[in-house]
């Protein structure tokens, strides 16, 4: 497989637009976190500046300014229970104590965000230092005009914002990889497999219709699309055989009866026949033909039940009436060979299909057991229903079919009787096979003890 | 009798009608679909012979469209043998009856003549009579000369049929498909032998034989001359 390859399928082209929602998403996430992370300790900062400013006050509400003045120093000096940055100045400005640089003006009231000069650093254009720790400071006016400013390092802050960048980094870099690899990966294994079905039908496409594609058993939907492939590729080499089977039964089948009537046909123009001996020969070779449209007509019929076609014409069939009026038919039939036909009816009997296709089914049945039975044979057609089905039988006491021939006589063609003494073509019971299987019904052939049944079997219409 | 062949086989339509020219009657052929149409509307016919399949419109089209005008002149279809629905479509398109290609011309004569003859739909008889054999069909029972014959039903239902076309050859396809209503070609000599019984329970002690097999194309009941 091309590696171009993977950038064409489909799947991948999936793969890579899952990865870029992915990615937005991560990138959504991950400003929100920041987001609520920064005003979250913005507001903690705040709240301990708050917090703090309003205790000096207390303070110097209480004490007074000078008492304040050294609680201040006394802060600045331990850093303990203070928050680091703390400017006094008395009404008139003079700075009485302080730990931010003088440079440093005093601002406004309120919040104000001060930067500090660093030394030997360079300030930047806008007066800001990137890396200058600032201050977040909170500065207010006391009742005796003197200004109070307390403000802590938002180190802490910058630093948890670089943390999280630095974490949101890595974890969305780690995580567009492994979606990237992933596509790639799942992007390859379908590859495989959609080239798999593409060389099955190209093999198939070449001839090889044995070919089947190679299914996975994890009965996912490639895996149902190929056994739903093979089941397609099973019905159309079912078909190809039919129509294979059928043209050679064709070439095979029709090839004597036609060069009897060739031969025929050049005995009346080689000899010198009476106008009597002419007619009769032409009566003959008429004969031979219809023959050979009779088997002609069999066997397009047969293929044509077999595919199936008929169904359209099913309606609920009185068997009991069929078999009946079947037997009724063909008993003189049967005397007239020294035969004796009976219908053994139990009960009443509908089978679910075409009339013309169950009567021809009985028929031939019916006329098999007459012509291959001798003198003296009793053939009786016997209707059974039974719970869940309906079955068909007609058996007789004749010479029967050998075990092993039963299989085959169910075939085009096939004949037992070798030497072809009996007329037909083979081709009565093959009908009956294809006519009960497009009944989803089956057709078995058993011994009789003496003699021959062959049953019929039709599931009843739920 | 005046008939219509619509059929685009030229050879097959020459076939047919000189087969009915050399018996006396009148053919009209069309070649195709519509020209069959436009024929068959403009002039009157006793019967249409209708190929299925036909250049331009088929036959199925051509005998609908006839239908739906009103035309009420019987058809009989000619299909290959390939179609084995083509009865049902046929005879649900308007058809009459219908015979499958290759047939014998004696065949498609007996059929034409049975269409043509077709009583237009009589007063429902209650009993038939040929010579001196009387049916009673409301009864079911067959007399001849007075005697009373005892007939299977199937029996019954050959000569019924018989004695409808009397003085008109019917084919032993025709006796399956009319009387049997199998619509295929049984291997046995399933008629031969049933025709005969008949012909056996009607002709006793009698030396006259109503029933006349006629070589080659079928049977035909009809008074003696």
Redesign the interface.
């Known amino acids: 497989m091309r590696p171009s390859n993977i950038f064409r399928a489909a799947s991948f082209r999936l793969a890579a637009l899952y990865a870029a929602v992915f990615a937005l998403s991560v990138a959504v996430l991950f400003g929100l976190v920041y987001w609520i992370a920064a005003t979250a300790l913005d507001g903690q900062l705040r709240a301990s500046v708050s917090q703090d400013v309003a205790s000096l006050e207390e303070r110097f509400h209480s004490q007074g300014l000078d008492e304040l003045t050294r609680e201040i120093n006394r802060r600045i000096q331990t850093r303990q229970g203070g928050i680091g940055y703390y400017v006094l100045e008395d009404p008139s400005g003079k700075r009485l104590t302080g730990n931010i640089p003088e440079a440093v003006s005093m601002p406004s009231s309120g919040w104000s965000h001060i930067v500090l000069p660093r030394d030997g650093r360079k300030k930047d254009e806008d007066g800001g230092d990137l890396d200058a720790p600032g201050i977040e400071a909170f500065c207010v006016q006391l009742d005796d005009g003197s200004r109070l400013l307390a403000g802590e390092d938002d180190r802490r802050i910058q630093e948890a914002r670089e943390a999280i960048i630095q974490a949101f980094g890595w974890g969305g870099a780690s995580a567009l990889l492994l979606a990237a690899a992933g596509g790639a990966v799942l992007s390859l294994g379908f590859l495989r497999r959609v080239e798999s079905i593409n060389r099955a039908v190209v093999a198939i496409m070449d001839g090889n219709l044995a070919e089947r594609v190679p299914t996975a058993q994890t009965r996912d939907d490639l895996d149902q699309l190929a056994v739903n492939f093979n089941a397609m590729l099973d019905r159309i080499q079912a078909l190809m055989e039919n129509v294979r089977q059928v043209s050679n039964d064709i070439a095979h089948d029709l090839r004597l009866p036609l060069s009897h009537l060739r031969q025929k046909l050049e005995r009346v123009r080689e000899a010198r026949l009476g106008k009597e001996d002419c007619g009769n020969a032409v ?1 003959q070779a ?1 004969e031979d033909v219809d023959g050979v ?2 088997i ?2 069999a066997i ?2 047969i293929a ?2 077999e595919s199936g ?2 169904r359209p ?1 099913f309606a609920m069939t009185d068997m009991t009436r069929l078999a009946t ?1 079947v037997a ?3 008993a ?2 049967a005397e ?1 060979r020294g035969q004796r036909l009976t219908a053994r009816v139990d009960g009443e009997a509908s089978v679910f299909g075409d ?2 296709l169950l ?2 089914m009985l ?2 049945l019916v ?1 098999n057991a ?2 291959h039975c001798p003198e003296g044979a009793r053939i009786e057609i016997l209707l059974e229903a039974r719970g869940n089905e309906t079955r068909l039988s007609v058996c007789d006491d004749g010479p029967g079919i050998p075990e092993e021939e039963r299989e085959n006589v169910l075939q085009r063609f096939y004949r037992v009787d070798r030497s072809r003494a009996l ?2 073509a083979g081709l ?1 019971l093959a009908l009956v096979k294809a006519a009960v299987e497009l009944h989803k019904g089956s057709i078995a052939l058993s011994d009789n003890n003496p003699g021959l049944r062959a049953t019929l079997r039709f599931p009843s219409r739920r | 009798m005046k008939l219509l062949i619509i059929e685009d086989d030229a050879e097959n339509a020459a076939y047919i009608a000189q087969g009915f020219r050399e018996r006396g009657h009148v053919v009209d052929v069309a070649s195709d679909g519509r020209q069959g149409l436009f024929m068959a509307g403009a002039g009157e016919f006793d019967v249409m012979i209708v190929d299925r399949m036909l250049p331009g419109m088929d036959g199925l089209g051509v005998v609908k469209t006839l239908r739906s005008a009103g035309v009420k002149t019987p058809v009989i279809f000619l299909t290959t043998m390939s179609g084995i629905d083509d009865r049902v479509e046929g005879l649900e398109a308007g058809g009459d009856d219908y015979l499958v290609k290759p047939f014998a011309f004696s065949e498609l004569l007996a059929r034409v003549n049975a269409l043509a003859r077709r009583p237009p739909i009589l007063k429902e008889k209650t009993t038939l009579q040929v010579a001196d054999l009387t049916m009673d069909l409301l009864a079911r029972t067959v007399e001849r000369s007075g005697r009373r014959i005892e007939l299977q039903p199937l029996e019954f239902k050959i000569l019924e049929y018989l004695m409808c076309n009397a003085g008109r050859v019917v084919t032993r396809t025709m006796l399956l498909e009319k009387v049997w209503d199998f619509h295929f070609d049984p291997q046995t000599n399933v008629v031969e032998t049933n025709i005969s019984r008949l012909r056996a329970k009607l002709n006793r002690d009698l030396g006259v034989d109503l029933i006349k097999t006629v070589r080659g194309a079928g049977y035909c009941l009809h008074a003696p001359e």
Request: aromatic content about 10%.
């Open positions: 009566e008429i449209l009779r002609f007509s397009l019929r044509q039940i076609g008929r014409s009026f009724e038919s063909y003189p039939v007239e009339q013309d009567t021809q028929v031939n006329e007459l012509k007329p037909g009565g």
